[in-house]
């Protein structure tokens, strides 16, 4: 699991719809005396998400508010369901209230597991609490015989305390390594599912998942 240090001083990166990955130097963090509570984070999340649109800028006025989340209450980090062989992954919901404007998810993946080559057609934002993963970044470019032909443009291994976040049309996959599971505190916006797709490599086409 993560230490409330490392939750201060890991490091922070944004990808875009490009595939490029950014390192963010946001500003360092200190913990509050008392505990930052979990409706805390979400008041300020809501505040954020009513007074920015741009995703950008979203993603780069939350994630300290996640890092310190994080280092504050670690129970969160906790908060998650042993995954099963089949299929290898879990998801528990920590906060999922109607027409509030984002969702919190703990995921956890058994390592050796790959998830599919995916966007997620909202903001997102996920921090490594537990494991390594290895998250390879994809970018669309569209042929007229295939138009979601995509090609990898890089990849970074992520370990706890590492958050990252990503625009709407971001494209990455994720495969957990090393011998325990991965974990990850995921806050995501709210999807426009019609949008979110699964990409195959090998045929370029794409199907909604
Ligand atoms: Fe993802």
């Given amino acids: 699991m993560v230490t409330s240090t490392d939750c201060l001083h890991s490091q922070n990166w944004l990808v875009n719809d490009s595939g490029d990955y950014i390192a963010l130097n946001l500003e360092e963090l200190t913990l509050p005396e008392k505990p930052y509570r979990l409706y805390r984070f979400l008041t300020e999340l809501e ?27 670690y129970w969160l980090q906790m908060e998650f369901s042993e995954p099963p062989i089949d ?23 058994l390592p050796g597991n790959i998830s599919p080559i995916h966007n997620h057609a909202t903001w997102g934002i996920v921090a490594v609490v537990g494991g390594q993963e290895k998250n390879q970044f994809w970018r669309k470019v569209s042929t007229l015989e295939y ?39 995921n806050l995501y916006g709210e999807t426009a599912y019609h949008q979110r797709f699964e990409f195959d490599r090998v045929t370029h086409e794409a199907k909604n998942f």
Wanted: proline share 7%; hydrophobic share 45%.
């Fill in 147 to 185: 138009p979601n032909h995509i090609e990898c443009v890089g990849e970074k291994i992520l370990v706890p305390g590492d958050i990252i976040g990503f625009t709407a049309d971001a494209i990455h996959c994720v495969e957990a390594l090393g011998n325990e599971p991965v974990v990850t505190f």
């Fill in 87 to 109: 299929p290898g992954w879990s998801v528990k919901f920590l906060y999922d209230e109607y027409e509030f404007p984002s969702t919190i998810q703990m995921v956890a993946w």
């Fill in 47 to 73: 505040d954020i998400l009513d007074h920015i649109t741009d995703d950008c800028f979203r993603i780069q006025a939350i994630m300290p508010l996640v890092r310190k989340l994080l280092a504050s209450s």
